[in-house]
């Protein structure tokens, strides 16, 4: 299952190898992300991230995902420049904060490192341009004064023959707002108090899929499944 919440912080990956000339090409900020992953250079990757806005609260919170990112042990396979998923959601509500973006996203960086031990991993991190210079996206927060329970973990699994081709919509609360969004996604978790409904749609003969909700960890929810054309629907009690 892929989570949204490593995305939705921005701050995933690295930056230059040092204080000298910025990246004004692809070739370049390619570049000096691969050598700044390589040489596990902290300093590199802080200075080439985009921070207007940020608070120091955030820009600790990045450093720390930053660091994450250098104790990836697997060696470096490939860095390259992909378009923004069609899906990509600049904006997040989640534990009483508005996350947004330091500066508007033209791609996504992705790095991916051979299998090891523990399989492949890759990351993928939104990147921008900024009077000519590239940058990884830096992520700044509002406080939206929630009083509310702390937002926990929630989700989806779309699973079955045909899961990949669903058309889902799914609304949620997350730290008192509400908030709705189409999914590629087939399974997914974020942060939020709770799903308030999912539409599944089939628009294939080929389908049989089913549906369950989760949150905390925990089953609330499995469908019927989904044969052929046709809707499931998952609507919260109270509704």
């Avoid at 608070?55 to 470096?76: N, Y």
């Avoid at 534990?95 to 990351?123: F, H, L, N």
């Avoid at 921008?128 to 406080?143: A, H, I």
Wanted: overall charge negative.
């Amino acid at each position: 299952m892929k989570s949204l919440v490593p995305l939705l912080f921005f701050c995933l990956t690295a930056s230059s190898l040092s204080f000298g000339s910025p990246p004004k090409t692809e070739e370049e900020f390619v570049s000096q992300v691969r050598a700044a992953l390589s040489t596990k250079n902290t300093a590199a990757m802080d200075a080439l991230t985009y921070k207007e806005g940020m608070t120091e609260d955030d820009k600790a919170m990045a450093a720390r995902i930053q660091k994450m990112m250098m104790e990836i042990p697997s060696e470096i396979e490939d860095v390259a420049l992909r378009p923004l998923p069609k899906d990509f959601q600049s904006v997040a509500i989640l534990r009483g904060k508005k996350m947004e973006m330091t500066g508007p996203p033209v791609g996504v960086i992705d790095v991916t490192y051979k299998s090891g031990a523990s399989g492949s991993q890759s990351t993928s991190t939104p990147y921008t341009v900024v009077d000519s210079v590239y940058y990884l996206v830096g992520s700044k927060s509002t406080d939206l004064d929630w009083k509310g329970p702390p937002d926990k973990n929630i989700g989806f699994m779309v699973t079955g023959q045909g899961q990949d081709h669903v058309n889902i919509h799914v609304q949620w609360n997350a730290s008192g707002v509400t908030q709705t969004r189409q999914f590629s996604q087939p399974s997914i978790t974020f942060w939020g108090q709770h799903i308030d409904s999912i539409h599944v749609e089939s628009h294939s003969d080929d389908t049989n899929v089913t549906m369950t909700v989760l949150e905390a960890g925990e089953t609330i929810h499995t469908s019927e499944p989904l044969v052929g054309k046709g809707t499931i629907k998952y609507q919260r009690k109270g509704l």
